[in-house]
């Protein structure tokens, strides 16, 4: 299998099609239970394109950032932005450790070896397919989990956790965040996930800053047609996603999805770098 190497430079038109195309189903099924579909992207990077697990994940992170940012735009018709910066405290709370988070992640990301991170990624993908399918099972709260120092506490440690598999996979760790909000602040699911954008970017931001530091970074300038093609792709296929949110019902969509998780991680446990 052709490595991200082996691609340098300006793909043909089939291999910008397929990109496209995969940015596209990517988007779609991300939209679909409104997140940016990263961690679907994640496995095709690694096992359908041939990136390494470092490239893959600097190159998820690269797209999920404008996925991410277009997101928190989008969605002000439905939460405006002085609703959230009405609860700048949550955002702030769990800024306080995902920001340390996605430094660390991102620093131990560099420093594994390939096959060790893979299996990080594979394990990861396995923790967000569970919360895919159970995380939704207890967001019907109104009140918080917990109050005072303790939800400040609790909120950093959270923070903290979600920064570091963010950055390890290079998602914006929406289904993480959208559950922590909802229960531990009891915050509204439409807020909540407005709310979890505000915190992604930034923690999305200090891990881009510190990927960019390794030299695995010069992937992003080697394959930028790619990297462009498939954020438009991702950026179409989150918009056709939202238009089809609620079509197909919670019950049937999130053991699927789940399930393609599971298989894409025991694709990516047993991947070798060709």
């Given at each position: 299998m052709a490595t991200d190497l082996a691609r340098a430079g300006s793909p043909d038109a089939s291999t910008l099609l397929r990109t496209l195309i995969a940015g596209v189903v990517i988007g779609t099924l991300g939209g679909l239970i409104g997140l940016g579909g990263a961690e679907f992207r994640l496995p095709l990077l690694i096992g359908i394109f041939?990136?390494?697990?470092?490239?893959?994940?600097?190159?998820?992170?690269?797209?999920?950032?404008?996925?991410?940012?277009?997101?928190?735009?989008?969605?002000?018709?439905?939460?405006p932005f002085d609703a959230v910066i009405a609860h700048w405290p949550i955002v702030a709370n769990l800024l306080a450790g995902s920001l340390v988070g996605a430094w660390m992640g991102a620093s131990w990301a560099t420093r594994l070896r390939s096959q060790t991170l893979y299996r990080v990624i594979a394990v990861l993908l396995i923790v967000i397919a569970a919360v895919l399918v159970f995380g939704h099972m207890f967001l019907g709260r109104n009140e918080p989990l917990l109050t005072g120092w303790l939800q400040v506490v609790f909120g950093v440690i959270a923070g903290?956790?979600?920064?570091?598999?963010?950055?390890?996979?290079?998602?914006?760790?929406?289904?993480?965040?959208?559950?922590?909000?909802?229960?531990?602040f009891g915050a509204?699911?439409?807020?909540?996930?407005?709310?979890?954008?505000?915190?992604?970017?930034?923690?999305?931001?200090?891990?881009?800053a510190r990927y960019s530091r390794d030299d695995s970074f010069t992937v992003l300038r080697r394959n930028r047609h790619f990297v462009i093609v498939m954020a438009a792709g991702s950026l179409l296929g989150a918009w056709l996603g939202g238009l089809l949110l609620g079509v197909v019902p919670d019950f049937v969509l999130l053991p699927v999805l789940a399930l393609i998780l599971l298989i894409s991680s025991f694709k990516v446990w047993r991947h070798q770098d060709s």
């Open positions: 041939g990136f390494t697990a470092l490239s893959a994940v600097i190159l998820n992170k690269s797209m999920s950032l404008v996925v991410v940012a277009s997101a928190l735009l989008l969605r002000a018709h439905v939460v903290f956790g979600i920064g570091v598999v963010a950055s390890l996979l290079g998602v914006a760790g929406g289904e993480l965040l959208i559950p922590t909000i909802v229960l531990l509204d699911i439409k807020l909540a996930g407005s709310l979890s954008l505000a915190v992604s970017l930034p923690t999305m931001i200090v891990g881009f």
